[in-house]
């Protein structure tokens, strides 16, 4: 069964970064913000406001899925929370597209009852993963979350993130994880996107201006 949803007839990508910019993305070099890692920045990508949103997860879900309809794997997940929709989105839009993957969960700390296990899934140990990240900033918890997939018997194949903040991350993981690390975008992308808003809304702004100064008084 094929989708013929409106995202599949436009340029998806270009559509899902324009989502990205106009939900996640914020900008402010006075302030600045405090990203999870402890490191100040004046760009903040909070891509849960994509991600959870309607329009988000249609666009990430077939973003993903079409990144890896071509792989040899079996599932998709990663660290709880901010693989979680992503990889629930793209499991949906597999299905729908007769690669159905299955999807797994790594817990923050092993369950406190029953199997006591870091993991939540229906895959078998020896499953073929991708692991799935919202935002890569430093690689920590990605790392954390190929080893976790690993010591569970999962064979990791890649790593496909959302977003690479260009901070050494995607390297990290590369050299710590021995994976193949890939994002859809990267800061730069939302960067130039915001340079390019900015100066639209100066050249609007002129023009309104000068159309006020041309009003005659009466």
């Known amino acids: 069964m094929s ?3 409106q995202v599949m007839d436009q340029d998806y990508k270009k559509a899902l970064l324009d989502t990205l910019y106009t939900r996640s993305f ?3 070099v006075e302030k600045g913000f405090t990203l999870s890692s402890g490191q100040k920045s004046d760009v903040y990508i909070d891509c849960k406001k994509t991600v959870l949103s309607a329009e988000g997860m249609e666009g990430v879900g077939y973003a993903f899925f079409h990144e890896l ?8 997940g990663g660290m709880t929370l901010g693989a979680d929709p992503i990889a629930y989105a793209t499991a949906l839009i597999s299905t729908m597209n007769g690669k ?4 797994f969960i790594i817990r923050k700390e092993p369950k406190k009852h029953g199997t006591q296990q870091w993991m939540e899934t229906n895959l078998q140990p020896g499953a073929w993963v991708c692991i799935i990240e919202d935002v890569i900033t430093t690689g920590a918890s990605t790392i954390l979350a190929v080893q976790r997939a690993r010591e569970y018997g999962f064979q990791v194949r890649r790593v496909l993130a959302l ?3 260009e901070e050494g991350g995607k390297e990290n993981i590369q050299n710590a994880a021995k994976v193949k690390v890939d994002a859809l975008f990267t ?3 939302l960067m130039e996107l915001h340079t390019k808003e900015q100066k ?3 050249v609007a702004e002129k023009k309104a201006a000068q159309k006020q100064e041309q009003k005659p008084f009466f």
């Open 3 to 5: 989708l013929d949803y």
């Open 26 to 28: 914020k900008f402010d």
């Open 69 to 76: 309809k071509l792989e040899p794997i079996d599932g998709i």
């Open 100 to 103: 159905p993957l299955d999807v």
């Open 163 to 165: 977003v690479d903040r």
């Open 187 to 189: 800061k730069t992308d």
């Open 200 to 202: 639209l809304k100066e």
